[in-house]
């Protein structure tokens, strides 16, 4: 399996006047298992259809490795596709659905079986191997699609949402399942789907995108802890958005002021923001630390919490009428009631600051 640099340089692509992708730029490595997330109708099936030749491109320039591949006709740019309806064929065994492509490629015979028993004990189906997809569970029918893109040996994955279909926990499971394959066959492979929490788990990187546009690219840790806007803050995990306002010390030192007037210093603040400018915050909900009201912190009084076992979820209103979403670890002889008066503190490393529209990153 030779490896393959995907390299995408000022895509556009419009239906009629109906810009979807105004100007994409992108390198997804050899070997990587890179996503595109973003909400339903961003673009991603779109900019996969354009890796896998099946939509015109209006401008820029698809290459794998060195060659464009603009006007390669898609079976010969070498892909394995899955899809979300898994497509694979109702009135072929399993073995049959695995060795399709293979039969399509006029393989020597015995090739074609020692590839397709490699691939259905790769994705332990060989025990379901004469069967007709309808006996399946949906999981091993995904499985099935799996085995067949792969057994063709491609180049390049394209998976588009191909876990949708099952139900949570197989969901789960087959995300470990197509992660680990894909570490194992180290073949670079394109990800689309809307599910942050299954982005996180099997992505090396993961392009977050809205609208047509790449928000920020990636590790799942990077995006998550230092997101580039807002939008990225809120897509990916749970966050509590506040109002601050940029607060200069005569000695120069930066920081920012919360609604009822706590203070926190910033050194990774950008610098040239002026006094009393109004910003915008991102705080993760595991980020807050609840001490006594008698200490410093932003005043706050619990509207309700919920024990969860490992951990206690609460929803606090903050005295400036903000609402903040608290996760802790269960402290299970003092687990706070309604109406408890607490204050909350936060590091200052662990804030992510903003523009006041939050389309900009404050951080250095
Ligand atoms: N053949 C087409 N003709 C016209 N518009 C299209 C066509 N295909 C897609 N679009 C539009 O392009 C935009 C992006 O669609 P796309 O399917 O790429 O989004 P997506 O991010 O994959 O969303 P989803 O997760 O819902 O599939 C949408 O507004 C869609 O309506």
Do not use: W
Not at 88 to 110: C, E, M, S, W, Y
Not at 114 to 127: D, S
Not at 300 to 317: K, M
């Amino acid at each position: 399996m030779d490896k393959v640099k995907i390299k995408i340089s000022h895509a556009l692509k419009q239906y009629g006047n109906n810009v979807i992708i105004p100007d994409l730029s992108v390198v997804i490595e050899e070997g990587e298992f890179f996503t595109l997330l973003g909400p339903s109708g961003c673009g991603k099936t779109t900019l996969l259809r354009m890796i896998a030749g099946f939509n015109t491109i209006e401008g820029g320039d698809f290459y794998f490795n060195d060659q464009k591949i603009n006007d390669l006709a898609p079976e010969k740019r070498n892909i394995g596709m899955v899809f979300q309806n898994y497509a694979i064929f109702p009135h072929l065994t399993v073995k049959k659905n695995v060795a399709f492509g293979l039969q399509n490629r006029k393989l020597p015979k015995d090739q074609i079986e020692e590839r397709t028993q490699k691939f259905l004990g790769l994705m332990k189906i060989e025990e379901y191997q004469d069967r007709l997809p309808e006996r399946l569970s949906g999981g091993q029918q995904q499985r099935v699609a799996l085995a067949r893109a792969l057994a063709i040996e491609p180049s390049v994955l394209l998976m588009d949402e191909p876990l949708s279909n099952l139900d949570a926990k197989l969901r789960v499971e087959m995300r470990e399942v197509i992660k680990e394959i894909q570490n194992k066959l180290g073949i670079t492979t394109v990800y689309v789907t809307h599910d942050q929490e299954e982005a996180m788990a099997v992505s090396d990187r993961i392009a977050v995108m809205n609208q047509g546009v790449i928000q920020q690219i990636g590790t799942p840790k990077n995006l998550y802890q230092r997101p580039s806007n807002l939008f990225v803050a809120t897509f990916i995990g749970r966050t509590n958005v506040l109002k601050v306002e940029a607060s200069l010390k005569a000695d120069g030192q930066r920081g920012i002021t919360f609604s009822d007037g706590y203070y926190v210093t910033m050194d990774s603040m950008v610098r040239g923001v002026e006094d009393k400018t109004p910003l915008t915050v991102s705080i993760r909900p595991e980020e807050f630390e609840i001490v006594p009201e008698d200490q410093e912190g932003i005043g706050a009084t619990v509207e309700y919490s919920t024990f969860l076992g490992l951990n206690t979820h609460y929803f606090v209103n903050l005295d400036s009428g903000e609402r903040v979403e608290i996760i802790q670890e269960s402290r299970i002889d003092d687990i706070l009631d309604k109406g408890s008066r607490i204050r909350l503190q936060v590091k200052k490393e662990k804030i992510n600051l903003f523009t006041e529209d939050g389309s900009k990153s404050l951080m250095r």
